[in-house]
């Protein structure tokens, strides 16, 4: 395993109009030139107090990690979606962020209004199901909700054009999950993944149980849900011989880097503790450690 | 009559649907939510008018209605479809009317895909919905109930 280099900070921000004094955060990441940074948040658009603290959390994480653009896993707009509850629940919490030029990509959850798709800062162009590249890494994001042939055609004919750099699939609902509320999404799983095997799909976000997991691979695929970066479920986690790390006290988000071959996470807590990290080799072998 | 025939039936009605608004002003990528807003109200109000006697039943006929029941319920017996439903978080029975507003404050409740996979497909602005125990015709673009299905679910 590479070793990785480790940064630790200390800000202050200001935001909203109040200082907030962070504490020291770890970076885990290696920040490699050339790299795709991102970061993975799901759950998150009630419009509470709880997403605007992992948002600023985001923000002073960025000042170390400038992750350049953000996967949305869905629920990205919970209960009214007037255009006011929109700016309460995206706008207005991420737009430090978005001042910065981070771009946001949404997926589809069950609590969304389809018509998020033609709202132009999450990047879906009026589609339910889209794909797109950064550096060497092919992003493909779909409707889980919705999963009809039609979608299930697009998806094996991108995948199949995709060629050989890193795959990632990310929706709503998890194919794996040892949440208490919903679990696997098996049929779904069915479906799918027979498609992310047969075309390599590397590693698959989702979100929909209010918590943070990772799963141990199966089939040579990499599965994370992070669906508390708003909504929680707090001791919702009831860790199986699935898990591989887990964590479901508080609120949370994802950091991630691909560089060449090696895929590197961080799952960071609102409080800015580092909840699990690790890194992928396409080789499929992964090295991490959860506190 | 044959499902097939049955179902291309339906497929000439909801074409007819589609064909009837179709000079009318769409969605399109917007900064501005508001924009959205005011297009999809602006788009449901239009057909209201452009079907304003519309009623349940008239692309969900009783023969088609039949052969939606009988795909279902067939389906249905599969425990995992039925853990996906429950998955989905369905919402509780609503009082349902055709050119209504689909209530968007509430969870759309996961379509299985071995059910989609069985049932007539849908141009890419239409879509099945379970709300409760009905099975729902919806223009996702314009968040209208175009028709629907009572009692279809058990």
Redesign the interface.
């Given at each position: 395993m590479r070793s990785l280099r480790r940064l630790t900070f200390a800000l202050v921000v200001v935001l909203c109009g109040r200082v907030l004094s962070l504490p020291a955060q770890d970076v885990a990441l290696p920040l490699n030139s050339g790299s795709v940074r991102f970061a993975a948040i799901g759950d998150m658009g009630t419009g509470e107090p709880a997403q605007y603290e992992v948002a600023q959390r985001m923000l002073q994480f960025h000042q170390v990690f400038p992750f350049t653009f953000v996967i949305m896993l869905g629920d990205n707009i919970y209960?009214?979606?007037?255009?006011d509850q929109?700016?309460k629940k995206f706008?207005i919490p991420y737009k430090p962020l978005l001042d910065a030029g981070v771009q946001f990509y949404g997926a589809l959850g069950?609590?969304?209004?389809?018509?998020e798709r033609?709202?132009?800062?999450m990047n879906m162009?009026?589609e339910?199901y889209y794909s797109f590249k950064k550096g060497n890494v092919h992003f493909f994001a779909l409707d889980?909700?919705?999963?009809?042939?039609?979608q299930?055609a697009w998806l094996e004919k991108e995948l199949a054009a995709a060629g050989a750099g890193w795959k990632i699939c990310y929706f709503h609902?998890p194919l794996y999950s040892s949440g208490a509320f919903?679990?696997s999404?098996?049929?779904?799983r069915?479906?799918l993944e027979p498609l992310f095997v047969k075309y390599g799909v590397q590693v698959v976000f989702a979100g929909?149980e209010h918590v943070y997991e990772r799963i141990k691979p199966q089939k040579g695929i990499y599965y994370f849900t992070e669906g508390a970066s708003g909504e929680l479920r707090a001791g919702n986690l009831k860790k199986t011989d699935l898990t591989a790390a887990g964590y479901d006290k508080d609120r949370s988000f994802l950091t991630l880097e691909v560089s060449g071959d090696d895929l590197y996470f961080q799952a960071v807590s609102r409080a800015g503790v580092t909840v699990d990290s690790g890194v992928i080799h396409r080789s499929m072998t992964v090295q991490a450690s959860a506190p | 009559m044959a499902e097939a025939q049955v179902f291309r039936e339906f497929t000439e009605r909801v074409q007819r649907y589609m064909d009837l608004q179709k000079t009318l002003p769409r969605?399109?990528?917007?900064?501005?939510?508001?924009e959205?807003?005011d297009r999809?109200l602006a788009l449901a109000q239009a057909i209201r008018q452009l079907r304003a006697g519309a009623k349940q039943g008239d692309i969900f006929t009783a023969a088609i209605s039949e052969k939606f029941l009988g795909v279902i319920r067939n389906t249905l017996q599969g425990s995992?479809?039925r853990?996906?439903i429950r998955?989905?978080?369905p919402v509780a029975n609503l009082h349902l009317t055709v050119n209504s507003a689909y209530p968007?404050?509430l969870?759309?409740?996961?379509?299985?895909?071995?059910l989609?996979?069985r049932l007539p497909?849908?141009p890419?602005r239409m879509?099945y919905r379970i709300v409760g125990h009905d099975f729902v015709l919806e223009d996702?673009?314009a968040?209208l109930i175009v028709d629907f299905i009572p009692g279809a679910l058990p």
């Open positions: 209960g009214g979606k007037s255009p929109l700016q706008e069950n609590h969304d209004d389809p018509n033609f709202y132009k800062f162009n009026g339910r889980s909700t919705y999963l009809d042939p039609k299930l609902h919903h679990g999404s098996t049929e779904l069915t479906v929909h | 969605e399109r990528t917007t900064r501005r939510p508001e959205i807003a999809r995992a479809v853990r996906t998955q989905g978080e968007d404050h969870p759309l409740t996961t379509i299985p895909p071995t989609l996979v497909r849908l890419e879509a996702t673009e968040r």
